[in-house]
């Protein structure tokens, strides 16, 4: 009796999940564990079954629409076989052969659509050595799944801490800061209010004309075409230490967060400037996903599918700001703290808004007045009208395991979108990996990593050299 309640469990699909898999939109997140040790004793199939499965009901099942119904999730059973891919490399081949065909086979799966009429994932097990590990698997799940929150909780899940598996994972600290504005004065409070107002109604109205009506200029990032969903793709990425982004942080009062993404504007202007040096000072901004939970770290899988008691449920909770990119200038490339700076202020006033719920809030009316098709549809518009899409997660400061097999690393991306850049950004391990997805023969991917070290250090190295003139 209780398989039979089990196969017949329905629940609608979010208009988010229904944006995300539409004929405008169809967005997949790609997850990379990357292994110390080799994994062709890894029991797969079992752990899919055991493990993997029964972590979401969505796992196991389909997106379907009866005549002029909603969406709904369907639950269907699932071919394990039918979603593990092992694929067949050549014998015998050198290091570098399996790392440009690991790469290679990465970058052609994440844009290869999922067949509707199966659960909406896959897991690529890769038996073969890399530059960077002894094996790798990689996740392949629809967007309307979930979103990156709710995915990276169903894979932490999977997961142990290597050192003592009967340990938690534990997470830098999510929680943000307390506003300035709770421990000043009346007027002070007064101001911040005031200030806060105003930011919204500028922001909020940026937002609504950069979505509809004000496109970013064409650069070496951005092409203005109408869309790169099928174009071809290169995903590589880049490391960064956490201890000296932390470093950076605390000597400039600002926050790792404006480290990060002033290293990554930094980098993506100095990429643009060396193709094209025109493009300094061109209008040119970053389309920012940003999760609306209001959480402070990771949940376990019962709570989140648990909506009545969950603060952050399962599900795709996000929304966006646009964020320009600021230009870079004489004194900028001479001084590249500036761009720290600049990047910490636009962060700040980012802050004192309301845009983000205001953003969330509008694309629920006008899924209910015009249909949440012409929602995807405004979505694509938005994103083919921004110059890249950045996102970040945070994970695990252990090392992690799967089935006592150590994880070395991890990354993810976005794919199956109309843009040419993606940024996305990971920390583990006291490491941090910007991975980047750029649209092959457009984007040169070797010489936008090679800017985004060098944007790095030169910030790092400016910092450090504060100590000397201070001194």
């Not at 990379?32 to 797969?44: G, K, N």
């Not at 014998?91 to 659509?113: M, N, R, V």
């Not at 897991?123 to 530059?131: E, M, S």
């Not at 990060?260 to 193709?275: A, P």
Request: glycine share 6%; proline share 5%; aromatic share 8%.
């Amino acid at each position: 009796m209780e398989h039979e309640k089990e196969e017949h469990f329905e629940e609608p699909v979010s208009p988010m999940g229904q944006y995300f898999n539409s004929t405008s939109l169809c967005l997949y997140i790609i997850a990379v564990l990357e292994f110390e040790v080799a994994i062709d004793d890894l029991q797969a199939l079992a752990l899919l079954k055991d493990v993997f499965l029964p972590i979401s009901p969505r796992f196991s099942s389909i997106m379907v629409q009866e005549k002029r119904e909603k969406k709904r999730w369907k639950k269907v059973d699932v071919n394990l076989k039918d979603h593990m891919k092992t694929p067949i490399f050549s014998k015998g081949k050198s290091l570098e052969f399996y790392d440009k065909s690991f790469h290679d086979y990465l970058s052609t799966i994440a844009i290869e659509p999922l067949p509707q009429e199966k659960p909406l994932w896959e897991i690529h097990i890769i038996n073969y050595p890399t530059k960077t590990s002894l094996g790798n698997i990689i996740f392949k799940l629809h967007h309307a799944l979930g979103d990156g929150y709710s995915l990276m909780g169903a894979l932490l899940s999977c997961l142990q801490r290597a050192d003592n598996p009967s340990l938690p994972l534990s997470f830098p600290s999510l929680k943000p800061s307390k506003s300035k504005a709770s421990n000043t004065s009346f007027w002070r409070k007064i101001s911040w209010t005031m200030s806060s107002v105003f930011n919204t109604a500028s922001d909020f109205g940026w937002s609504v004309l950069k979505s509809s009506f004000i496109e970013d200029d064409k650069t070496p990032i951005r092409s203005g075409g109408e869309g790169a969903d099928f174009q071809p793709i290169c995903i590589s990425t880049i490391e960064f230490s956490t201890d000296h982004i932390k470093d950076i942080k605390s000597k400039l009062g600002v926050t790792i967060n404006d480290v990060v993404t002033g290293i990554v504007f930094y980098g993506t202007r100095l990429y643009m400037q060396e193709k094209d040096s025109k493009s300094n000072t061109s209008n040119s901004t970053a389309l920012v996903l940003m999760n609306t939970r209001n959480i402070e770290g990771y949940q376990s899988i019962d709570d989140m599918l648990n909506t009545k008691k969950s603060n952050g449920p399962w599900g795709n909770r996000i929304s966006f700001l646009h964020v320009p990119i600021p230009k870079l200038n004489e004194t900028r490339i001479s001084n590249p703290l500036e761009f720290i700076h600049e990047t910490h202020n636009i962060i700040n006033r980012k802050k004192q808004s309301l845009a983000l719920a205001l953003t969330g809030t509008l694309l629920d009316i006008e899924g209910k007045f015009r249909g949440l098709e012409a929602v995807a549809k405004h979505l694509r518009k938005t994103v083919i009208m921004s110059s890249t899409v950045v996102t970040n997660l945070v994970g695990p400061v252990q090392q992690m395991s799967l089935a006592k097999h150590p994880i070395k690393g991890l990354y993810f991306t976005l794919a199956g979108g109309p843009e040419s850049l993606v940024i996305s950004i990971i920390s583990y391990m006291g490491m941090l990996r910007v991975t980047l997805k750029t649209e092959r023969d457009f984007i040169d991917e070797q010489r936008l990593k090679t800017c985004m070290q060098s944007a790095f250090e030169m910030i790092f190295k400016a910092t450090m050299e504060l100590d000397f003139e201070t001194n």
